[in-house]
């Protein structure tokens, strides 16, 4: 299986994604944990990625779009993965896209979780005290959202047209969301 996980910040998507990764038996790949993770590394991809994401913008598309062409080429995303946090832009649909046909395949699914907006911003506030991530801040979370709605929430409905969409009430407690999702993907968990 091939999947996406969508929805705004702090929906949910790396929390689900980690239970359904492992229910399903396919890779995660978030693409915001790979940025975090370079980051805290100060690679040359982290040096370029930490401006944007510190300022709650998105990551240039060629920079996002490489990163993910190589991780998608290692082998245990054979048996299929679950992209959290990509595509998010139209680009990068279009990119994905022509991967999966490069290795003659295609997506299978894609969730959205919905989420009202306060409910995320409590999420992320929560966590900020917590966790402190450093784009937790209360004007960067502000970003976060305004870019999400403006780039990423319309790709939707371009996957809605190829039939692939399925949107899930992400609210409410953690084990409640992922057996809707799996009831969702029909999987028997
Ligand atoms: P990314 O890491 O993807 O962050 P995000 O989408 O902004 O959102 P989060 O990861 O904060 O939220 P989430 O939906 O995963 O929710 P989570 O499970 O963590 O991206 C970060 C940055 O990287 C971007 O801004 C951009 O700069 C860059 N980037 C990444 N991908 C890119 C791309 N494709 N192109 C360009 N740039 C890119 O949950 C959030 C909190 O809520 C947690 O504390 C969790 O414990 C809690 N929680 C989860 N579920 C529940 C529940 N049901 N009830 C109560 N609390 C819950
Ligand atoms: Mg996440």
């Given at each position: 299986m091939r999947l996406i996980i969508m929805g705004p910040p702090g929906a949910g998507k790396g929390t689900q994604a980690a239970v359904l990764a492992g229910a399903i038996g396919v890779t995660h790949i978030s693409t915001g944990d790979i940025f975090r993770l370079n980051v805290s590394n100060a690679t040359p991809l982290g040096v370029q990625a930490k401006a944007f994401m510190d300022a709650g913008e998105y990551v240039p598309d060629d920079l996002t779009n490489s990163m993910v062409r190589d991780r998608l080429s290692?082998?245990?995303?054979g048996a299929g993965f679950l992209l959290d946090g990509y595509p998010r832009t139209l680009e990068q649909v279009g990119e994905l896209d022509s991967m999966l046909e490069g290795a003659g395949g295609c997506v299978d699914k894609v969730v959205e979780l919905i989420v009202d907006v306060d409910e995320v911003v409590n999420r992320l506030v929560k966590r900020s005290a917590d966790q402190?991530?450093?784009?937790?801040g209360e004007g960067v979370i502000r970003r976060r959202l305004e870019v999400y709605f403006e780039a990423?929430?319309?790709?939707t409905e371009l996957y809605e047209k190829r039939g692939l969409l399925v949107r899930v009430s992400g609210m409410g407690a953690v084990e409640d969301v992922s057996g809707r999702v799996l009831e969702a993907l029909g999987v028997n968990a």
């Open positions: 290692k082998s245990d995303c402190g991530r450093s784009d937790d990423t929430a319309p790709l």
